[in-house]
């Protein structure tokens, strides 16, 4: 899906708006290339100036960051709404378990039965506690993990220093070869194409 978003107008418009430019990319000017094995999207832009196709190349991932569901004001404000109980239920944890070492070290120093069976009783009920705080963590990190992706940039553009196009020493080699060929197969429709008698022993 983020790699089909690389190209579209609303990426593509707000790169160039981000930059104070006059005019869009053309969708064929820009792509984009899921790494193998990987999460990775490769953007690619074409443009005749070297610093701006990096410049160009940057905005449109930074675009499509803000494109990203991570991104909607109301998706932050209820991340963030998550992580506040995310800490909350850390703290209850982690009061309960400093809560049950005293209880502990309380009931190793009890003498009598009664005073044992309340530590124990205190002990058990804090560890049903702790368990439902731990499930309860447990259940809304992975609903926080199971919901929301987030897109980062993780390596800017690299500033282009040959150009993909023209490639003169190809293109040389290309239409030598290509006049070559036309020339022999030329010369041969020529040679086949004329049924003229020219030299005299041909006559005779």
Not at 147 to 156: G, K, Q
């Amino acid at each position: 899906t983020y790699r089909a978003m690389v190209s579209r107008r609303p990426v593509l418009e707000g790169a160039s708006a981000a930059l104070g430019l006059p005019f869009v990319l053309e969708t064929k000017d820009v792509t984009g290339r899921v790494v193998p094995g990987t999460r990775l999207i490769e953007i690619g832009v074409r443009h005749t100036d070297p610093n701006l196709a990096r410049l160009l190349a940057d905005e449109v991932a930074r675009q499509l960051i803000r494109q990203s569901p991570a991104q909607d004001p109301q998706i932050q404000a209820r991340q963030t709404f998550i992580n506040e109980q995310l800490q909350n239920l850390e703290d209850r944890v982690r009061a309960t378990e400093e809560e049950i070492s005293l209880q502990m070290a309380a009931l190793a120093t009890a003498s009598s039965a009664r005073t044992i069976e309340y530590y124990q009783g205190n002990i058990t009920a804090l560890q049903q506690k702790l368990t439902a705080y731990q499930a309860a963590y447990a259940s809304l990190l992975q609903t926080v993990q199971g919901t929301i992706n987030y897109v980062a940039m993780f390596e800017p553009a690299a500033l282009p220093t040959v150009p993909v196009s023209p490639r003169i020493p190809e293109t040389v080699l290309v239409a030598a070869a290509i006049g070559v060929f036309l020339a022999v197969g030329g010369a041969f429709i020529i040679e086949y194409a004329d049924d003229t008698v020219k030299p005299t022993d041909d006559l005779q």
